[in-house]
T-cell receptor, first 109, second 117 residues
Framework: DAKTTQPPSMDCAEGRAANLPCNHSTISGNEYVYWYRQIHSQGPQYIIHGLKNNETNEMASLIITEDRKSSTLILPHATLRDTAVYYCIVVVGANNLFFGTGTRLTVIP | DAGVIQSPRHEVTEMGQEVTLRCKPISGHDYLFWYRQTMMRGLELLIYFNNNVPIDDSGMPEDRFSAKMPNASFSTLKIQPSEPRDSAVYFC???????????????FGSGTQLSVL
């Protein structure tokens, strides 16, 4: 089962793009990559997910490399409210998401 | 929809006491999950239900922990007797269908902050 590796922390200036990397080198062909975030004192919130192709929604974009061993979450215009812990997740067994330690993103005014 | 609703938001109790955490999933969701979050271990899956039936409880740490889902709109996680090491944030989550094949996503509640003194 694939696990993920993320940098423990990152800073981003307000209004700039935040690019959060994730390595999942052991991911298998049918495993989706999910991104969630957790704002302080709240439950994790779904952001986006993908399998092979790049994805975009109203919150973010997800870029997955062709070999699927890594991905990048892009917040195009970071705001102070985007300060949170961001988790890159793959499914580990049936109905079990491995959250890991995530990346603590701090958006700086 | 109001989302996943958990109660209480905070619980402070003394060692040895029984603790009951409650969860109301999103209406129509067939899957309900209980997670525990600590600084040391992060987010861990404790148990999940499908159509009110417990499917996998391998994450439940000890016999002191039990979970029930008497109907589609209510679940409880009980700790009896509680111990200081049970102090954590407990999250309930629900989903419409299962992972991973269904391309699904989880919706989390706001959690219960449990402190056992």
């Amino acid at each position: 089962d694939a696990k993920t590796t993320q940098p423990p922390s990152m800073d981003c200036a307000e209004g700039r793009a935040a690019n959060l990397p994730c390595n999942h080198s052991t991911i298998s062909g049918n495993e989706y990559v999910y991104w969630y975030r957790q704002i302080h004192s709240q439950g994790p919130q779904y952001i986006i997910h993908g399998l092979k192709n790049n994805e975009t929604n109203e919150m973010a974009s997800l870029i997955i490399t062709e070999d699927r061993k890594s991905s990048t979450l892009i917040l195009p215009h970071a705001t102070l409210r985007d300060t949170a812990v961001y988790y890159c997740i793959v499914v580990v067994g049936a109905n079990n998401l491995f959250f890991g330690t995530g990346t603590r993103l701090t958006v700086i005014p | 929809d109001a989302g996943v609703i958990q109660s209480p938001r905070h619980e402070v109790t003394e060692m040895g006491q029984e603790v009951t955490l409650r969860c109301k999933p999103i209406s129509g969701h067939d899957y309900l999950f209980w997670y525990r979050q600590t600084m040391m271990r992060g987010l861990e899956l404790l148990i999940y239900f499908n159509n009110n039936v417990p499917i996998d409880d391998s994450g439940m740490p000890e016999d002191r922990f039990s979970a029930k889902m008497p109907n589609a709109s209510f679940s409880t996680l009980k700790i009896q007797p509680s111990e200081p090491r049970d102090s954590a944030v407990y999250f309930c989550a629900s989903s419409l269908t299962s992972f991973p094949a269904a391309n699904e996503k989880l919706f989390f509640g706001s959690g219960t902050q449990l402190s056992v003194l």
